[in-house]
């Protein structure tokens, strides 16, 4: 069957679309990393194990008002080599932006009782 120029139109149109919209979940997804807050990094990486700043794992020892938040530094360097119970996130580490955001929101946790 011979295509007719209407035809070879609307192939290339739906080739565009497909290839847009194969590529949007990309560029949607860096806008979205660049909109989270610290918060909102702390709610999916630490709040299951440091719930309002505090520890489960270590009730005595709170995330909030650690010696850990002494620094960017010192925030970053805990976080690339945790402790054997706290997880590793490669995303997190690797990217200064959330660390940064991540830090700046820990800083601002109130100091739980018996910290």
Same mark, same amino acid.
């Given at each position: ?25 990309? =560029?949607? &997804?860096?806008?979205? !990393?660049?909109?989270? /807050? ?6 999916? *990486?630490? +709040? ?22 002494? =620094?960017? &530094?010192?925030?970053? !360097?805990?976080?690339? /080599? ?6 590793y *996130?490669? +995303?997190?580490?690797e ?21």
């Amino acid at each position: 069957m011979q295509q007719t120029g209407s035809h070879r139109v609307l192939k290339s149109a739906s080739i565009f679309v497909f290839a847009a919209f194969c590529l949007s979940p990309i =560029s949607y &997804a860096d806008e979205k !990393k660049a909109e989270r /807050s610290g918060e909102d990094i702390y709610k999916q *990486y630490c +709040s299951s194990c440091h719930v309002a700043g505090g520890n489960t794992a270590k009730p005595k020892k709170p995330l909030a008002g650690s010696s850990v938040l002494k =620094s960017i &530094a010192t925030f970053q !360097k805990y976080l690339e /080599s945790p402790p054997g119970h706290m997880p590793y *996130y490669k +995303s997190v580490v690797e990217d200064k932006s959330v660390i940064k955001k991540l830090y700046e929101y820990c800083r601002k946790l109130p100091k739980t009782a018996g910290a």
